[in-house]
């Protein structure tokens, strides 16, 4: 088994999930169907970064949280506006 990777989030160490069971469960179900595929598509040059990309989305992090919601909210306010 592989050691735990860590990382600080909002003042706070937390695990980041480093397998891809592990990667799995930790993100939210709907975004899971795009991990299956993008594992699935990644080649063995390719593999590493997929992972470390999907690694970095399973750890919650509030103040990202709070951005992408404001500009979702944003981009919705735009768009009914116009």
Do not use: C, Y
């Amino acid at each position: 088994m592989a050691e735990p990777l860590k990382t600080w989030v909002g003042g706070r160490e937390v695990d980041v999930p480093n397998s891809i069971p592990d990667i799995r469960a930790a993100l939210p179900p709907q975004r899971r169907p795009d991990f299956d595929l993008a594992i699935n598509e990644a080649g063995v040059h390719e593999i590493h970064a997929v992972m470390r990309h999907w690694m970095l989305e399973a750890v919650p992090d509030p103040a990202a949280d709070a951005t992408m919601e404001r500009l979702a909210r944003e981009e919705a306010e735009r768009h009914g506006a116009g």
